[in-house]
């Protein structure tokens, strides 16, 4: 057997070539999950069997000489909560126990047409809603860095799968962070794309105008191979944008020469640990060297976002959550009404964090409090937009931290919700936005756990954003480099 | 107490309590829900068919099953503004919103409605006796599915089980929402047929209230004659057909009547018609108002229907019953509240009666024979020229009214010509002399009948015209004309005064 290259890039390369076998590079990708996932948790579910038929598909199609594709025999894992047609779709959450969806979503179908392998199903914060995976009924995921600390959420089973070595690429969903937050923590690249890129349809939803599918890899390089893959328009989301697809691979080399780089000075300062914050700075300066022009901005309503959006996604959150009634599908208990029934199977059915934003949702879209909440919330998030506005009339690119601090401790937040949340501060303006930003690996933090810088564009500026993550990838000092 | 409906000026009507003999005002404003009748459902492209079986029409979308995500019907667009246009509605910009409340029927627990922003506002809906009546809007919707409780009341509330059938789940709607402009049962009977009428018209929806595609709720409330503001109303609902509605109003203001004159208050609420015991009930009391939350439908995006797009519509819009009143009255040179006029457009049958008086009928008879003699099936059919022709003879006095009825009917059966059918059925016009030498006769054969005739009281006399005019239509074999036979026999009674 070959040696098994580590890239998607690489891998589908080999496959495309005839180099080595779709099933040589699954069995790889399953031998390291055997050994490695009972202490990880990445995954709720792998597919072994399915993703068996569809690596000995891919090789048939090598064999008879037709290209399966960009993504030809490369093992992808996906969030638990992407619908895949008859294979248990949870959110790590009770209340879907026992349900398998009639369909895949557009996001599954178009990774499957590319000629990936569907791995298994990833560990999430119940229905999205963490920065830990510690919301998960299935137990957290743990950091493939240091297993004592989490992996962020609430795509944590995605971003620890890649981190591990169980697949070179994933999909996870970001609506305040939930991708670019755990890529930063375990030390991969994630990708929040601009609203409206990627097809919403089959994904589980959270808050349906901040949710938006991404991928992680090891590599900028991957991460632009599967953004081209799954983005695009379709005509089963009505939010979905009618434009073409971005070249981003093509992107990749072109430097930063001339660009204009802002650092947001409300996300450098306060509630930032300083080595966080160091890491930026070197990143800024690693573009400077590029030959970016690096200047500071000011986005003054950016640090409302964290309010605003701890209104937002819950209030769309409990619309969205109502369905799971016990009626249709999935747990039910019984009661001797209907409305309690429904009050018992939501009960039993889902954890406390989904219970409290449920909560805050409810009340804040209530008569009497729409105004003073779910109203001025919208204001907020209008005036974000035009903050981002006037910032890109000076800048092609925005950089700050992804992630305040470096990985934590479990159960280091837990018991204080709003610490939690606090871990969203530098992500969630761009998804109030609606605009694109990733996260790239940058070198280690004071305890050695990987920082991610993140780099934010306007809408559909992900090209631009490629190049300069390009360059942060080439300069970005190994994890055990000790910084100044 | 009974209540008597009197109008007062030919437009407003008052109720007056035999109690107090006070006069109340009955003010209504009906909430019309009706089935647009697209081939597919609003968010998704399962079929919008009434009667199959159950849970055979639905996918992901419809079922709300999670992560499918609507997207917007463009033929529900198209025909909610036909309906708006045609009640003379603003199409506005207009986005969808999430009405969040929690009933089995609904797949996804909310419904997604029109709220603040609908696409259809400030219409109105005239009705043939000259009431304006407005439209405050009319807006799209989703229908929900259709629980069948077994067991217990029928009711969900101590049912054994229940069913739920998602086939109607998704269905597109028009909510169509009416000023508080309506005085009387009657009236609001008019207005769903005017509006019925309408949707046929624009082709929007089948209407059929027996299958449920056209659903009416009535809110209803009564102040004393002069006061300006309105009393406090209640939602009537489960109104299954028009006769149902009419007596739903006249209970539920007479109930309310009632109440405010033992010096009781109208409680606002949701009350259910009940068409076997005759009466309104109120619904299961709430322990608190619903908050539906609304807030826009982030799965959406806004609604702005082009100027071009309206305008289209505007150009292909079909005559719409009114007009077609107004066109019809005015060519038969009758009043455009006459019932043979209302009801020539409800069977449409005013192309006819047009084509018909254009071809030298005379407005009255032609109006007289569609509103009584052309109920039936293929009346829409007949060769305006030869209906022509049959006014012609009857006018003429070829025909009694008895006969031309009876050729007309063998018009719409065979299609051939009036002289032909009269000539073959013997009908012939009955000189008047011939005529007034059977009346005679018949006089001489019952002298004491006749005697009665002449003499008795109005009674006395009407029952026998009844008997007289029975035994010359006999001897005629029904070909004298009943108006002759009247007026002769009259002349008669005053030659033997």
């Known amino acids: 057997m070959s040696a098994i290259p580590s890239t998607a890039l690489e891998i589908a390369a080999a496959v495309r070539s005839g180099e080595v076998s779709a099933r040589e590079v699954l069995d790889d990708h399953l031998a390291r999950i055997d050994a490695q996932d009972g202490e990880i948790n990445a995954f709720n579910l792998v597919m072994v069997d399915e993703a068996r038929a569809a690596a000995a598909a891919i090789d048939t199609q090598v064999a008879a000489g037709q290209d399966p594709g960009p993504l030809a025999g490369v093992p992808l894992a996906l969030k638990d909560n992407l619908c895949t047609r008859g294979i248990p779709t949870t959110c790590s959450s009770r209340i879907l126990e026992g349900w398998r969806p009639p369909y895949d979503a557009t996001v599954v179908q178009r990774v499957n047409a590319a000629g990936a392998v569907s791995i298994g199903k990833t560990n999430l914060d119940e229905f999205a809603m963490g920065s830990s995976t510690e919301n998960s009924a299935f137990g957290p995921t743990r950091n493939p860095r240091d297993t004592s600390r989490v992996p962020g959420g609430s795509s944590g089973g995605s971003a620890a799968a890649v981190a591990a070595g169980f697949a070179p690429i994933s999909l996870g969903s970001d609506t305040g962070g939930s991708i670019r937050q755990p890529a930063a923590l375990c030390g991969v690249v994630g990708v929040k794309p601009t609203y409206g890129m990627v097809s919403r349809y089959g994904l589980i939803a959270f808050a349906s105008s901040l949710d938006q599918i991404g991928p992680f890899s090891t590599t900028v390089a991957d991460s632009a191979l599967l953004l081209e893959a799954i983005a695009g328009h379709d005509g089963r989301d009505s939010t979905s944008i009618n434009a073409p697809v971005p070249s981003l691979l093509e992107s990749l080399g072109q430097g930063v020469d001339g660009l204009r780089v802002g650092l947001v000075t409300e996300l450098m300062g306060e509630g930032i640990a300083p080595d966080v914050a160091a890491r930026v700075r070197q990143a800024a300066d690693a573009l400077t060297a590029a030959g970016a022009q690096v200047g500071e901005v000011s986005v003054p309503a950016a640090a409302y976002g964290l309010s605003a959006y701890y209104l937002i996604a819950p209030a769309e959150a409990s619309s969205n959550l109502a369905r799971y009634d016990g009626v249709r599908y999935g747990m039910r208990v019984d009661a001797p009404t209907t409305a309690e029934m429904n009050a018992a199977t939501r009960t039993a059915g889902f954890g406390d964090e989904v219970k409290r934003r449920i909560m805050l949702g409810t009340y804040a879209l209530s008569a009497g409090y729409y105004d003073a909440y779910y109203g001025k919330a919208l204001k907020v998030r209008t005036l974000i937009v035009r903050d981002f506005e006037k910032a890109y009339a000076d800048f092609d690119l925005l950089l700050t931290p992804t992630s305040p601090t470096t990985a934590f401790k479990f159960g280091d937040k837990t018991a204080d919700p709003l610490s939690m949340y606090l871990n969203d501060i530098c992500t969630i303006p761009t998804n109030l936005a609606g605009h694109p930003a990733m996260s790239v690996p940058f070198g280690g933090g004071s305890d050695g756990m990987p920082v991610g810088v993140q780099l934010l564009a306007p809408a559909l500026g992900e090209s631009t954003m490629f190049r300069a993550a390009a360059v942060l990838e080439a300069a970005a000092p190994a994890l055990d480099e000790v910084w100044s | ?497």
Not at chain 2, 41 to 63: R, S
Not at chain 2, 306 to 326: G, V, Y
Not at chain 2, 357 to 386: C, M, W, Y
Request: net charge negative.
């Open chain 2, 1 to 497: 107490m009974t209540l008597t409906h009197e109008p007062i000026e030919g437009e407003h009507f008052v109720v007056v309590s035999e109690t107090t003999g006070d006069s109340w005002e009955i003010v209504v404003g009906l909430e019309v829900h009706c089935e647009l009748a697209t081939a597919t459902k609003l968010f998704c492209g399962c079929p919008n068919m009434f009667g199959d079986e159950p849970n055979t029409n639905v996918c992901p979308v419809c079922l709300g099953l999670p992560g499918s995500l609507p997207v917007l019907n463009h033929n529900v667009v198209e025909l909610a503004m036909r309906l708006g246009r045609a009640l003379h509605c603003e199409v506005e910009p207009s986005v969808f919103a999430r009405k969040n409340y929690f009933y089995p029927d609904m797949p996804k627990d909310y419904q997604v409605s029109q709220f603040d922003q609908p696409i259809n506002v400030d219409g109105w809906l005239d009705l043939p006796d000259g009431t304006r009546v407005g439209i405050e809007r009319a807006h799209i919707e989703e229908d929900t599915g259709k629980n069948t409780h077994a067991g217990g009341s029928g009711r969900i509330h101590g049912a054994d089980y229940s069913l739920v059938d998602y086939n109607r789940a998704g269905v597109p709607l028009v909510e169509i929402v009416g000023r508080p402009h309506i005085r009387h049962p009657e009236q609001a009977k008019t207005y769903i047929d005017e509006l019925r009428a309408i949707l046929l018209t624009t082709g929007a929806s089948d209407a059929k209230m027996e299958e449920g595609s056209l659903r009416v709720d009535a809110n209803v409330s009564v102040r004393r004659v002069g006061d300006t503001a309105l009393g406090t109303r209640c939602e009537v609902k489960n109104l299954n057909s028009l006769r149902s509605l009419g007596r739903a109003i006249e209970y539920e203001a007479r109930r309310q009547v009632d109440l405010l004159e033992t010096g009781e208050r109208i409680k606002q609420e949701t009350r259910h018609w009940d068409e076997g015991a005759g009466r309104t009930r109120a619904g299961r009391s709430k322990e608190e108002a619903e908050d539906y939350r609304y807030f826009q439908e982030p799965d959406l995006v806004p609604l702005a229907p082009s100027a071009e797009w309206i305008a289209a519509i505007d150009a292909a819009m079909p005559p719409l019953p009114a007009a077609r009143r107004d066109e019809l009255a005015s060519s038969a040179g009758v009043a455009v509240t006459e019932s043979s006029v209302v009801i020539a457009v409800q069977r449409d049958l005013d192309q006819l009666a047009l084509a018909t008086i254009a071809a030298g009928g005379d407005g009255k008879r032609v109006l007289t024979h569609v509103e009584h003699n052309l109920s039936g099936d293929g009346a829409a059919d007949l060769n305006p020229a030869t209906f022509a022709q049959l006014v012609g003879l009857e006018l003429g006095g070829q025909l009694t009214a008895t006969q031309a009825k009876t050729v007309l009917a063998e018009m719409v059966t065979s299609g051939r010509a009036p002289d032909v059918i009269a000539a073959e059925l013997g009908f012939e016009a009955m000189d008047s002399s011939e005529l007034e030498g059977i009346v005679d006769g018949l006089i001489a054969e019952s002298p004491e009948e006749w005697a009665d005739f002449c003499t008795g009281d109005d009674k006395k006399r009407g029952k026998l015209q009844g008997f007289f005019t029975g035994k010359i239509m006999k001897a005629t074999k029904g070909q004298a004309d009943g108006k002759a036979v009247a007026a002769l026999l009259e002349s008669r009674r005053a030659d033997r005064g």
